[in-house]
């Protein structure tokens, strides 16, 4: 069975930092792109930042030079680190894990529960 855990939501104030961190298990984890989705209040879910079986590495542009995504195939682990943390980065944090396979156009697409994430002084 596939699980996707994350960890490391809470409140901080603004300026602040956390570090959110994603344990996927029962998948082969270094070939999957690795995903930081986030949704606020009555607001639709956009992606955040993603980074590649080869480590390249994307973000939103409302978080780059703010987020950093890395990743960790031994530990099946992928963290998202938030600095100079604002008011309107507060939302639930997803992790998600994908896989495409050209050949057959299967796709595998995992997601964990999501961990929140509240920055307000």
């Known amino acids: 069975q596939v699980q996707v855990v994350e960890s490391g939501g809470g409140l901080v104030q603004p300026g602040g930092s956390l570090t959110l961190s994603c344990v996927a298990s029962?998948?082969?984890?270094?070939?999957?792109?690795m995903r930081w989705w986030r949704q606020a209040p009555g607001m639709p879910r956009h992606l955040v930042a993603s980074?590649?079986?080869?480590?390249?590495?994307n973000y939103r542009d409302s978080v780059k030079g703010r987020f950093t995504v890395s990743r960790d195939n031994a530990k099946n682990t992928v963290l998202l680190q938030m600095n100079s943390l604002k008011p309107e980065d507060t939302a639930v944090y997803f992790c998600n894990a994908n896989r495409r396979y050209s050949l057959s156009n299967y796709v595998n697409d995992y997601w964990g529960q999501g961990t929140q994430v509240t920055v307000s002084s």
């Open positions: 029962g998948i082969i984890f270094s070939d999957y792109v």
């Open positions: 980074i590649t079986d080869g480590d390249i590495t």
